[in-house]
């Protein structure tokens, strides 16, 4: 790219020096995913930023967790809160700058955590600087071959190129005005039109990513996290799809311009550069595909390192149906060599907290709050199911706290872009994007000084931190309980198999070595044998003459140790 940027700080060894305290980390790392602006706010301007993150390192590192994930913080007009990335080598203001990013990093590695940073490598802004000089410089500008730009279909041009839709919704193509005032080419978006889609099949495109990936590891990150990694590669000759329910067959039908096996090519030589880098580092995909099988490849030995189950976020609290993800993703993981992830929410999904609260069948994004005190109940049975899994697992910032999704915006505060497109995502994603409470009073409950960026309930003062903390039963002491009972227990974390134990009807009942994990999706109470000493519970069991009697929506923890 042409514009200066400030020069970086220099490279560190830190990375390499926590990360050797424990070789395959990443096997069973609890990686917590921070979303930069509703985290913590430094400044008082409304906006978390990166400094307001640094401050809270300390309290990442009594939770438990291993890794931090943050999502994107670079420079961007923010047209999808930073996924519409101008500048790969330079912060956003509403942040911070470089140098809070390098003090962000070396604290973290201080406190023991490591540091994993997004990557947008499927679209850029269109504010980059790339594209920029491609819409000044015409057709046939050299620029224009970096995206995908080209002539419309119809007697004037007036026609998309072809029928593929926005994620967002709408046509995924918007056609431009070219430098002489005229109706020109069309360039492809499969998300917001300000997020023009890369052409990887240019070789300035990898140059340029590899030398991205550099910086960053240079700075002492971790690791990256891969937005989209399954879009980078489009079908030759962009295909049209021929339907006009897209979204629909998304994640479960073959898509040309989702996982096509060209994007595999790309992800083994970023391994080679990770691979020159001490410590450890790894890649983490985001990517959607139609089975789990399909996303097992991404994460051969010589490509990524992990990949989302999102098969798994998406299954209802239903103990046959959980089963049956956990076997396929573990058979599915088992011949390349790669840990299983489980994660229950992110920065896209309602909050499980939710989710369970409502009937099963409504997806991932949900608008109603459902029965508040059913989802809590579910969501830590979840949670202690999910932690008791062999693999990596994922937390979302608030979910300790037991914080259910705001499905009560006023329309006039929401800022998703699917929000404002028809016939694309639901539009809701901003109800998880509330930023979180750490203080029972304040103008944004301990979040910063000047209020928060998206209105926070009132209910919130008491999911605080504050009000939380050291309150026997509350839902971010079982998380503290959890992480530090799944770090001491030999039979917790990496592996690759559970052995299924005998089970009443909606009940899952596993064992890995000397620990079982019973976990009751009824409505109703079961009981089962004591299977050794009650090491942790999401809610209140009654033990007695060999037997446990286990909740409604619950999970215990056994040890025989």
Known sequence: MSQQHPAAPAPHSAAAAVADRRR?????????QVYPRSFADSNGDGMGDLEGVRSRLPYLRDLGVDAVWLSPFYASPQADAGYDVADYRAVDPMFGNLLDADALIRDAHDHGLRIIVDLVPNHSSDQHEWFKRALAEGPGSPLRERYHFRPGKGKNGEL???????????????????PDGTAGEWYLHLFAP????????????????????????????????????????????????????????LGNDAMPFFDQDGVHAIYRQWRHILDEYAGERIFVAEAWTPTVERTANYVRPDELHQAFNFQYLSTEWDAKELRTVI?????AMRPV????????SNHDVTRHATRFANPPGLGTQIRTAGDRALGLRRARAATLLMLALPGSAYIYQGEELGLPDVVDLPDEVRQDPAYFRGAGQDGFRDGCRVPIPWTRA??????G?????????????DLSVEAQTGAPGSTLELYRAALAARRAEP???????????????????????????????????VTTPAYGRVLLASGEVTEGDGATEVPADTTVWFTAA
């Open 160 to 178: 998309p190129p072809n029928d593929w839709e926005s994620i967002f919704g709408g046509p995924a193509w918007t056609r431009v005005t070219e």
């Open 491 to 525: 039979d917790l974390g990496a592996g690759d198999t559970v052995q299924w134990l005998r089970a009443p009807e909606g009940v899952l009942t596993f064992r890995r070595g000397e620990f079982v994990c019973v976990a009751n999706t009824t409505g109703e109470p």
């Open 449 to 461: 000084t000047g209020g928060s960026w998206l209105p926070q309930p009132e209910t919130w003062a």
């Open 327 to 331: 076997d396929c993703t573990l058979e």
């Open 442 to 447: 304040g103008s944004s409950y301990g979040f």
């Open 24 to 32: 395959d980390w990443w096997r069973d790392a609890v990686i917590y």
């Open 194 to 249: 300000e997020q023009p889609d890369f052409n990887w099949e240019h070789p300035a495109v990898g140059d340029e990513f590899r030398s991205i990936l550099r910086f960053w590891l240079d700075m002492g990150v971790d690791g990256f996290r891969i937005d989209v990694a399954h879009g980078l590669v489009k079908a030759d000759g962009l295909p049209d799809l021929g339907s006009h329910d897209q979204l629909k067959l």
């Open 337 to 344: 060599g790669a840990p299983a992830t489980w994660v229950l």
